[in-house]
């Protein structure tokens, strides 16, 4: 039926055009119960097919688009909703979008009565959990999907930039001495101070961890040297917290980008940037080098086929695992390690240190996360038939942390592959803990909550200190491989572990050691209170079927 012949009564109203333009990933339907003709936001129609802006049998033709595993709850509501039964209507799921990815949606609707008191309309908003908020919470900042989207548009235009990503020096101290609530203020201060010193002339945006992207045009390089100088000088002058003056020291690198790559990649390198000015000119600004766009390009190649490969159901892509032993006995196995690897020609064996830092950064990792997941699980239940208390540890990207949907997302794999929730353990990697605390820590709790073990990986270096262990609610941590790789010889690391393992066997939390290669290396760790050890003494990491042949 056209939609010009379908019974437009109630539904009709400038009132509904206003509030349906005014959000992107908010919307909203109304549908006339006596007719069964409905009226959907135009964002809503685009994003999953509908059949356009009217249409009669709104409950069943949006009942098709969600996912088959919540669709049973939904028909149930929605007929409890339209017989009288219930008055509202309030219910999470995953719906299917034009693209053919799932996102996790709630929709909330209520009924209203006409005038003479009988129920006459059903209206509601669905809120599209897919969709991310493109300002950071902490700063009020643009975040990084706005940055990316500044970037493609300068891009699609043609026209030239530079970059000037900026970094704060030893945060993780800020963080360790007064707290995160007051490392949160420190990045919304800073954030001011660039906010107002870039203003007429770029725009500034919040990245990951404790970095900033300002997006300048028309800078040459004296007038981008001084900017950088006032940046500096403010940040060591003019930071005032709760009407105290903190100094804070700053890294800078620069990329020019004239539309040679892509929006990811330009973060990579204006990343690589920031490290050598940290790292090797104690802050001062760092440009990046122009003669290493051909490696730019070839790397380039390669993400794209990484992304490709996502899309073609994670063609290339492979796991392997790494056992962890009981460091009680030094030969029981415990657990292993699931670690993502590639292998695609014309590029061949390309080396995780490579590839994964880049696609921790590209939105595509999320689903490629949810693979490697449902993956791991898969061939993990293999084990648990020898290995009954089998813990399987999986590594977790911030790109999937920071997603809206990603609990709900595991709890599904969970339920797809019927592993138990109690066998698997989540390693958060370090940007993982650059998350707001509050934030991470609702997550934790969420995935705990079903039984899930979470572990931090890296423990010792980076945003990681002994307050963690207070603040956030882990199983397991982690200590980072650099202290434990001169653990016989090097008395500092030896101080520093024992520290460690100690105080997180008063808090009853377990500690795994990595990086062991000798029997003596073991031997020696084994004098600490630690739960479990795994390096290459026991295996690299391997596919799963010499996996099996060699441990069970």
Not at 331 to 348: I, T
Not at 377 to 403: C, M, R
Not at 453 to 470: H, M, R, Y
Request: net charge negative; hydrophobic share 35%.
């Amino acid at each position: 039926m056209r939609t010009e012949e379908l019974d437009k009564a109630e539904l009709e109203s400038r009132i509904f055009e206003g509030f349906a333009e005014t959000s992107r990933r908010r919307y909203i339907y109304v549908c006339n119960m006596e007719t069964g003709v409905s009226r959907w936001s135009q964002n809503a129609v685009k994003e999953f097919g509908l059949p356009g802006e009217y249409f009669e049998n709104g409950g069943e033709i949006w009942g098709d688009c969600i996912h088959p595993a919540d669709r049973e709850k939904y028909k149930k509501d929605i007929e409890e909703v339209f017989s009288g039964k219930k008055k509202w209507h309030d219910l999470d799921y995953r719906v299917k979008t034009v693209e053919g990815d799932y996102v996790t949606c709630t929709c909330r609707g209520v009924v209203l009565n006409g005038k003479d008191g009988e129920p006459d309309l059903f209206v509601g908003t669905i809120s599209n959990h897919g969709i991310v908020d493109n300002v950071d919470a902490v700063t009020n900042l643009y975040n990084i999907y706005e940055f990316w989207k500044n970037i493609q548009e300068v891009k699609d235009a043609g026209e030239h930039c530079r970059v000037l990503m900026i970094g704060i020096n030893n945060f993780s101290d800020i963080n360790a001495i007064y707290g995160y609530s007051y490392g949160d203020k420190v990045l919304r201060g800073l954030s001011n101070i660039l906010l107002e010193m870039v203003r007429d002339f770029g725009k500034v945006y919040r990245m990951d961890g404790v970095r900033f992207a300002c997006v300048l045009s028309e800078c040459g390089n004296e007038e981008l040297k001084d900017f950088y100088a006032r940046i500096q000088y403010a940040a060591r002058h003019s930071l005032f917290i709760d009407n105290v003056r903190i100094s804070v020291s700053i890294s800078g690198g620069v990329v020019d980008f004239h539309g040679e790559y892509d929006e990811y990649l330009l973060q990579t390198n204006a990343k690589h940037a920031l490290e050598q000015s940290k790292q090797k000119i104690n802050g001062e600004l760092y440009y990046f080098d122009n003669q290493l766009l051909e490696n730019s390009r070839r790397n380039l190649e390669v993400l794209n086929a990484l992304r490709k490969s996502i899309v073609n159901q994670c063609e290339g892509y492979y796991l392997c695992f790494q056992p962890i032993i009981s460091a009680n006995t030094g030969e029981e196995l415990v657990g292993a390690e699931a670690l993502l690897r590639w292998n695609m020609e014309p590029f061949g064996e390309v080396p995780p240190g490579m590839f994964i830092p880049w696609l921790e950064n590209d939105p595509s990792f999320y689903e490629l996360g949810n693979w490697i997941i449902r993956e791991a699980l898969l061939k993990g239940k293999k084990l648990l038939e020898d290995y009954p208390d089998f813990v399987l540890n999986v590594n977790i990207a911030y790109t999937q942390l920071s997603h809206v949907g990603f609990v709900d997302s595991v709890k599904a794999v969970l339920k797809e592959t019927g592993y138990p929730p109690e066998n698997l353990c989540l390693e958060l990697t370090e940007r993982c803990r650059q998350l707001e605390k509050e934030y991470l820590r609702q997550e934790i709790d969420a995935l705990k909550a079903v039984g899930i073990k979470i572990a931090v990986d890296d423990f010792g270096t980076g945003f990681s200190s002994l307050n963690l262990l207070s603040e956030l609610p882990v199983n397991t941590i982690k200590i980072d491989r650099g202290f434990i790789v001169d653990i016989e010889t090097n008395q500092a690391n030896q101080a520093i572990v024992e520290a460690i393992t100690n105080c997180a066997r008063k808090l009853d939390v377990h500690v795994c050691c990595e990086g062991l290669e000798t029997k003596e290396m073991i031997e020696f760790i084994r004098q600490y209170p630690i739960y479990s050890i795994q390096g290459y003494y026991y295996s690299k990491p391997i596919r799963i079927e010499p996996f099996m042949a060699k441990f069970c």
